[in-house]
């Protein structure tokens, strides 16, 4: 009986000779050695098209002045002129608020928040230094500290906001609400058994509707003359008060129907966080006495902290982004008392000064930027890994 | 057994496609059968509305079929600029402010129409009012717009309401801050509700920036035309931070105090409503208000109403000192009765542009559909109905009072608004509106702007006047000092300086 005999390997010879007789054998086998790159190679082409193409292009408008003509356009190079022209030019009032010499009461902030960023960063340095770290964390401490210096030469000292800080206003104060409502209704939600669906389906709607018409919805409802709430609000005594004629009134109403959009969202994440807490644990707490508050405190809190960290990160990437409701409800007035940075880029787009429009976005985009990783690598991640723990 | 089928699939067709060729042939009467025009405006009733059904009515004759679009007027002129000059080229035509032509036209962006009007014997050209026909149609001599509408911006007051206060209507500014104080808080339509002494539309990113112009216009302009408002004409330096802008400013904020509580986020809609209601004792506004307040479903002042000439002053410029000096025969030669009046010519009125890459056969289409909406036949009907948005701007308008009576005026009334209009039209010293390349950065963002500012407090008069300065010199360096000096002198009627 033969017994087979493996094959011998053939020659690199008989391989080539082997690959030209059968070249559809040889496409193949290029494909599967290279079907990882052919694999990723639409997506990558699709981010290049749309992602970076559009940044490495707006980056460019951003230290130019373009001007369209029939078929063409000219663009020519301006250096930092579109961002100077924000930071310290004729749009400084415009973006950065009317900066003024700074209140007793504002030295005081800007003295507390230096002192308390020197002593973050000799901590860090003096614990766990990586010149990674080291660097990202000055970045952090640079950013908060111009931020402070801003709103205490305008807002702390009797000037105006600009849309700088009319944007941070929307951000730190409607997400706070947005989450501390939020997170409120998940906790009132979780502790009922019956008819959870049903609020959980009427909680949501609000997010479900196209943000325009909110807009027109909470123009119409907060009307103290000709709004429906007219006769409530003229027997408070607010018949001859308008809201979009007072700046702090417009900017409340715009927070409350940006909360009223998105609170169903940070509801409906927490509430199923909420759902995913290990019944035992609570049990327990409750068996040892624990009250209510501890119980919170202690084991639901910790539990879905990462979630709402999370969640508050996608939340407040979206509030920098906030341009229709002011749109819609104000037209960024009264004054520019409304108008959000993505309004005034818009603004300055719709007007075609693209340079300026293009500069204004990057400054969005780094200020976002720098909060949002620092709020992701100080908060989330460490959230994160305290839960692994 | 297919290729029967098929056979019979492609007799069937043919059979289908001798059927239509037959059922619609191309009617010599239509000569612009298959011809669609796209044409893009403000949304409607306003201006749109009537194209559309104009539109409709040109389809029927010519076959031409035109498709009216919308967008925001905010929005408007980006949208124009930027189809056409990326060569997108999805608008034929575009209906909008006289003051942007010139830009379009710079940018080589709009169809010559001098031929065809030379051969339009029924545009009637000679009819339309020299501002309309020379200013808003031309530029460099060629005639690249043709209007639809005539734009003044004049003062509407209550013929009742001044009448139970025993005041005339306004004459200067000062008079009418005293009107509006007067009549501020009464009872003017019979509701109840306390009413408002003056209505202005202020809202930021809309049409209210053109008021502050009507206003500055009066204390600015005082030598005639030529003399314009906005740049001093041998520098193109900003002639606005002086006393006279802020002497404008400072009546504008003043009149808040006697309008509505939300006056700072009210549009031409809003105000129009009010006015309309009758719960304003005066207003400021083109010159819709006029055929507006004749239609009785919607308006409680027909017959109660009345327009003049826009308020003037007795202080004008002294363009030399920057302040304010005392009228005098030699400063203000038009002065009537010792009062400078300088009616400013607010947007210059809606008008027709065509794409100069359109296709020649659309060119032709659509220039007969422009010239259809001027003829007198169409636009001396449309001007008299107020929901149209058409305001005269043919002498025949201004002279035949029969058409405003058959709409619904009263004689008394036709006269009284025609003259307000006529007077503004026809005084030397009008004030153009600005009609070069960035006028929508001039007015539409800096202006605009720094004016929502002043309202809201955020800014001192000084400071927004300071401001409006920078801004303005930032757009004319972009765009060219000499060219813009030389555009801006053309637009005044005046030469190489």
């Known amino acids: 009986m033969a017994v087979p005999q493996p094959a011998a390997r053939p020659s690199r010879v008989e391989v080539t000779a082997s690959l030209a007789s059968a070249a559809p054998l040889a496409r193949g086998e290029w494909l599967d050695r290279h079907a990882r790159w052919l694999f990723i190679a639409p997506a990558v082409v699709m981010i290049l098209i749309f992602s970076i193409f559009p940044l490495v292009a707006s980056l460019l408008i951003a230290f130019s002045r373009v001007r369209l003509r029939a078929g063409t356009y000219s663009m020519t190079f301006v250096g ?107 906790l009132l939600c979780s502790q009922i058994t019956r008819g959870r669906a049903f609020f959980r389906v009427v909680f949501f709607l609000p997010l479900m509707i196209t943000p325009i018409g909110i807009g027109y919805i909470f123009r119409m409802m907060a009307d103290t003359g000709k709004g429906p709430f007219a006769t409530l609000w003229q027997w408070a005594g607010l018949g001859g008060f308008s809201w979009s004629a007072d700046p702090w009134a417009a900017r409340l109403i715009i927070v409350v129907a940006d909360s009223w959009q998105w609170i ?18 609570v049990e327990a707490g409750e068996v040892d006495g624990a009250s209510s508050w501890q119980i919170f405190r202690e084991i639901t809190w910790p539990e879905i902290a990462p979630v709402a960290a999370t969640v508050m990160l996608i939340r407040v990437i979206e509030a920098f982004k906030l341009v229709d409701l002011p749109n819609i409800m104000t037209a960024g007035g009264p004054g520019t008392a409304t108008e959000s940075l993505t309004l ?46 | 057994m297919r290729n029967r089928t098929l056979a019979g699939g492609l007799l069937g067709g043919a059979a289908i496609a001798v059927a239509l060729a037959v059922a619609t042939p191309v009617r010599a009467d239509k000569p612009y059968d298959g011809v669609t025009i796209n044409l893009l405006t403000r949304p409607g009733p306003v ?64 169809a010559d129409l001098s031929d065809f009007v030379a051969k339009d014997d029924k545009l009637k050209v000679d009819d339309i009012a020299p501002y309309f026909r020379e200013f808003n149609q031309k530029v460099d001599g060629k005639t690249v717009a043709i209007t639809v509408d005539g734009d003044f ?79 001093n004409t041998d520098d193109m330096t900003p002639m606005v931070n002086n006393e006279a802008w802020a002497k404008a400013f400072e009546i504008y904020k003043a009149t808040t105090e006697f309008g509505p ?28 208000i006029g055929p507006l307040s004749i239609d009785e479903t919607s308006s409680k002042i027909k017959d109660k109403v009345g327009a003049v000439i826009m308020p003037g002053t007795t202080r004008v410029l002294d363009w030399e000192t920057g302040k304010l000096v005392d009228c005098t025969a030699e400063i203000c030669p038009h002065a009537i009765d010792g009062v400078n009046h300088a009616p400013f010519a607010a947007f210059g009125g809606w008008t027709g542009v065509i794409n100069a890459k359109a296709d020649p056969k659309v060119i032709e289409a659509t220039y007969a559909f422009l010239s259809y909406m001027n003829q007198p036949e169409q636009s001396n009907i449309d001007v008299t109905i107020g929901w149209t948005g058409y305001n005269p701007y043919r002498i025949s308008q201004f002279e035949n009072v029969e058409p405003w009576v058959e709409a619904g005026f009263s004689r008394e009334f036709a006269e009284n608004y025609l003259k307000a209009i006529g007077d503004s039209l026809n005084s030397p010293n009008m004030a153009g509106d600005l009609r070069i390349p960035g006028t929508q950065r001039y007015q539409g963002i800096v202006l605009d702007r720094e004016l929502a500012r002043m309202l809201a407090g955020e800014v001192t008069i000084e400071q927004a006047l ?32």
């Open chain 1, 344 to 389: 005034h880029a818009f603004f300055a787009w719709r007007s075609l000064d693209l340079g300026q429009a293009a500069a204004v976005s990057y400054l969005l985009l780094f200020v976002t930027v720098v909060l949002c990783v620092s709020f992701f690598n100080l908060v989330v991640l460490r959230r994160r890994a305290a839960m692994a723990r």
């Open chain 2, 466 to 497: 300071q401001n409006i300065h920078e801004g303005w010199e930032e757009i004319t360096e972009e765009f060219g000092r000499e060219e813009q000096l030389k555009l801006y002198r053309a637009s005044l009627g005046l030469g190489a300086s």
């Open chain 1, 80 to 186: 930092f002129g579109n961002f100077e022209k924000q930071l310290v030019g004729s749009e400084q009032v415009h973006f950065l608020g009317q900066l003024t010499a700074f209140s007793p009461p504002a030295w005081v902030v800007v003295i507390a928040v230096a002192a308390l960023l020197l002593w973050w960063l000799v901590g860090y340095a003096r614990t766990q230094l990586t010149v990674i770290g080291l660097l990202g964390r000055l970045v952090t401490a640079a950013m908060l500290m111009a931020l402070t210096l801003m709103l205490a030469a305008t807002l702390l000292s009797g000037g105006q906001i600009g849309t700088l800080g009319v944007t941070l206003f929307y951000v730190f104060v409607g997400c706070a609400v947005q989450f501390l409502i939020g997170l409120g209704l998940a």
């Open chain 2, 47 to 110: 201006i749109a509305g009537r194209l559309e059904e104009r539109g409709r009515e040109f389809t029927e004759m010519t076959g031409a079929k035109v498709e009216v679009a919308t967008v925001p007027f905010a929005d408007l002129f980006q949208k124009v600029l930027t189809d056409w000059s990326t060569g997108t080229n999805s608008i034929d035509v575009s209906v909008l402010s006289s003051g942007w032509v010139v830009e379009l036209y710079d940018a080589g962006l709009l």
């Open chain 2, 153 to 231: 911006q004049m003062m509407y007051y209550r013929t009742d309401v001044l009448g139970e206060l025993g005041m005339a209507p306004p004459r200067t500014w000062d008079d009418y801050l005293a009107i509006a104080k007067a009549a501020h808080g009464k009872d003017m339509n019979g509701d109840g509700e306390p009413d408002y002494g003056s209505c202005m539309f202020k809202k930021r990113n809309a049409q209210g920036y053109y008021a502050i112009m009507s206003l500055a216009a009066q204390f600015v302009q005082s030598k005639g035309t030529s003399q314009g408002i906005f740049f």
């Open chain 1, 264 to 281: 169903p969202f940070i509801f409906v994440v927490l509430l199923a966080a909420l759902e995913s807490v290990p019944r035992d644990l």
């Open chain 2, 261 to 288: 509580p939300d006056e700072l986020n009210h549009d031409i809609g809003d105000t129009r409503a009010l006015v309309l209601a009758g719960r304003c004792a005066m207003a400021l506004d083109w010159g819709d």
